[in-house]
């Protein structure tokens, strides 16, 4: 009987990975409902290791760009617990 458990055991895992595989190309070819912005930033090795932060500023609303080199800065940022009364 071990020769059709393998078999058996063997189809299931075959179903099952032609499943996933169908989910996976399903998922990849649906079209995003969230876009990028006009003027988003495309990440790619000029940016990711670009070194130095740079900022530059945005011509249509005045917004600073800051993350060119993969740093996160924050600024004006404050944090408070509430206090028991």
Known sequence: YEPL????WMYQSLTQAFTN???AVTM??????????????????????SGAL????????GVMNS????????ENVSFHYKQNS
């Open 5 to 8: 458990t393998y078999l058996g």
């Open 21 to 23: 595989l169908e989910k």
């Open 28 to 49: 990849l070819n649906r079209v995003p409902e969230v876009t990028d912005a006009e003027d988003a930033i495309v990440w790619g090795e000029d940016t990711a290791t």
């Open 54 to 61: 740079q900022r530059e500023e945005n011509g249509s609303n």
């Open 67 to 74: 993350a060119r080199s993969g740093e996160v800065v924050f």
